[in-house]
C-alpha cells in the first residue's frame, strides 16, 4: 500500500491535484471531503450527525448535490463533532488498506488518518484566490450568487477547520508545501507530481 495524503484549505486545488496525481501512477482516490458533507446533508434533511455518520454508505457519496456551499457549511459544522469524525475513520483508513496506491485528499490525512504515509502535500492559496476559482466553478453550475459570498464562505470555513479542537486543519510536520496561488493547473499538478515521485 502506498499512500498520498493531500491536505489543505477549500478551493486551493486539492481536488484537481488529487485525481491528476491518482491518474498519473495509477491510484485510486477519495475525497474525503465528501463524507463530511453526506453527513452534512444528512444533517440539514433532520438526521442526527453522530448517528448519520454511524450509517454512512458508500452510494450517499454519489449525490451530485453535496457540491454546493449550504452543503459545505453544513460539513464543516458537522466535522467539529469529535464521534463524527471518530465513525469516519475506518472507512477512510479501510479505503487506503484495500487499494494498491490510494490518494486521498482533505484537512486531516497526513495528520490524523494517514500518519505513516508515504508522501504528504499540503496545497494552499490566498483566500482571495480561491474564493475567486471556486466561484468561478460554482457559477458554471449555477450554484454561486455573488463572489463576496463565495469569499465570505471561504472563509468561515477555514475559520472553523483551523480552530477546531479535533482534526484541525494544519500540515503535517513532513508534508511538502505547494503554494498554487501563482501557479496554473498544470505547474501545481506537475509540481505534486514530482514531490511524490521524490517521496516513493
Ligand atoms: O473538502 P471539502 O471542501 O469538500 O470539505 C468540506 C468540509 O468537510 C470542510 O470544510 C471540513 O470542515 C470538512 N472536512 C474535514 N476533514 C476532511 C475533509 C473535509 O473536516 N478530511
Redesign the pocket.
Known sequence: MFCVAIDGP?AAG?GTISRAVAEHFGFAHL???????AVGAKMMAGVPPVEAAQNLLPQDLDDPDLRGPEV?QA??KV?VIAEV?AALVDFQRAFARRSGGAVM?????GTV?CPRAEAKLFVTASAEVRAKRRFQELAAKGLANSLEEVLADVKA?DE??MNRAE?PLRPAEDAVLIDTSELDVDAAIAAAIQAVTERG
Do not use: E, N
Open positions: 477549500a486539492k475525497d474525503t471531503g465528501l463524507l463530511y458533507r459545505a460539513a464543516s466535522a469524525r485528499d482533505g484537512r486531516d490525512i488518518i470555513r472553523r477547520d482534526a
